[in-house]
């Protein structure tokens, strides 16, 4: 499934996106690369961006959760500064095709039956 074109998106920078009804985000770091995230803190399960399309804190190098401060690496989601210090944001495998974020029907689905 395609969730937007990766032009949309600023290097070093990041998108809300919704999907089949789920709230997602994607980030696309220095090189390039997008990762695509559920938009949920392993907190308290709330949505992390502080203003609309901003996840990232104000040197873009780490995802914020705008609630407590919680500081997630890009690449993995590992909360690595706050309450959820160890946990993780959940990750949906992506790819680029055509100039377009994919991700697959399937994994997204298989990923948020793991939250109910
Ligand atoms: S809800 Fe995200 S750090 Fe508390």
Not at 23 to 28: E, H, K, P, S, W
Not at 93 to 113: C, F, G, N, Q, W
Request: with cysteine.
């Amino acid at each position: 499934m395609e969730l937007c074109c990766t032009s949309e998106i600023p290097l070093s920078g990041s998108r809300a996106i919704k999907a089949h009804g789920h709230q997602l985000f994607v980030i696309v770091n220095e090189a390039g690369q997008p990762a695509v995230y559920v938009n949920r803190c392993p907190h308290l399960g709330v949505p992390l961006q502080w203003q609309d399309d901003r996840f990232l804190n104000k040197d873009g190098q780490y995802i914020i959760c705008s609630t407590h401060g919680a500081l997630f690496e890009k690449e993995s989601g590992l909360c690595i500064h706050g309450p959820c210090r160890g946990q993780k944001l959940l990750k949906i495998p992506s790819r680029t095709e055509k100039a377009m974020v994919v991700i697959s029907e399937e994994e997204l689905e298989k990923t948020m039956d793991g939250l109910s």
